[in-house]
């Protein structure tokens, strides 16, 4: 059940997402690649896009939140880059240009969706409890997946990826492009093709709705926070495990008491930055968990 690359060449596991190409940025080598590319070769532009096509997928998830999709969508990607590659100028990264294409396929996809309500998850809690097929589903992906395991840090970056959704598109975007992928204001606003004046009120507003959402929602911080699914799933999961200590091993828990909501809304983006929810040991849970949240918002009819 684990995700799979598309079809282009097997992919590395991870890469640096400041992995930036640009005309005069580049030893030789990789200059050569790209002015290979310019001039229509394919398997040049293959080379270059495949250093950055797992940061690509991974964002392209936490927006869209299929796999399919994610697929459809880098494939798409990838055709549409190559096809107007020589208008490529060099002005910005290669990275940052692919990342625009992306995110103008991805706007043109979300428009007709909703945005998701802070509640999602408790109505995607509610589903599967009263659903057993859900349940099991849950279950068999825990027991035979190699990526089925269950870790709290990883529930939590699901978490930041579902209360993302509660933004605009428009917010969505410059958040996860700005503090999990730590793209520069320039670079976004390259990518939106917004001014940096925007893209700085974009994430001002982005911040301080996910940093109320997070402050009245979440008991792992918060003394009156509702939502408990993290700990409940532990329980479920790995009653074996010693929640307290691997809690305590996540330092916005262990400074919950003492922090700022600025300052827990940062360790979170920085624990989103540290996990990839394509390839993490429990990507194909988490993944499950979240068809089943989309399931409970409307989105899709069952599970994938």
């Known amino acids: 059940m684990h995700y799979c690359e598309i079809p282009l060449s097997p992919a590395p596991l991870r890469r640096g997402l400041r992995g930036i190409f640009s005309l005069n940025q580049q030893e030789p080598m990789k200059e050569d690649t790209l002015k290979k590319a310019i001039n229509g070769d394919i398997n040049a532009f293959q080379q ?8 690509l997928k991974s964002y392209l998830y936490r927006l869209l939140t299929d796999r399919n999709d994610v697929d459809d969508l880098s494939q798409d990607t990838f055709v549409k880059a190559f096809d107007k590659i020589d208008t490529f100028s060099g002005a910005s990264s290669l990275k940052t240009w692919v990342f625009r294409i992306a995110t103008n ?24 409890m009263s659903t057993p097929e859900i349940g099991e589903a849950f279950a068999y992906v825990h027991r035979h997946s190699s990526y089925g395991a269950y870790d709290v840090r990883e529930h939590i970056d699901f978490c930041f990826t579902c209360l993302a959704k509660t933004l605009t598109i428009e917010q969505q975007v410059a958040l996860i492009l700005k503090d999990v992928y730590h793209f520069s204001r320039k670079e976004i606003s ?29 008991a792992l911080i918060s003394k009156n926070g509702v939502c408990h ?14 929640q307290r200590e691997e809690l305590l091993k996540i330092k916005m828990v262990a400074e919950a008491e003492s922090s700022s909501k600025r300052r827990l ?20 849970m988490q993944d499950i968990i979240m068809q089943c949240t989309r399931q409970a918002v409307g989105e899709v009819e069952s599970l994938n």
């Open 48 to 55: 270059l896009f495949l250093e950055f096509q797992a940061p």
């Open 105 to 128: 396929l991805a706007y043109d996809f979300l428009r007709t969706r909703k945005r998701w309500a802070p509640d999602a998850q408790d109505k995607a809690r509610s589903l599967a």
């Open 190 to 218: 390259e990518i939106m093709d917004k001014t940096e004046g925007v893209v700085k009120h974009l994430l001002f507003d982005a911040r301080q709705l996910m940093m109320d959402i997070f402050d009245q929602r979440c």
């Open 229 to 242: 699914q993290c700990t409940e799933l532990a329980g479920i999961y790995n009653p074996k495990q010693t």
């Open 265 to 284: 809304y940062e360790l979170r983006s920085q624990l989103a930055t540290e996990i990839d929810p394509l390839r993490s040991k429990g990507a194909d």
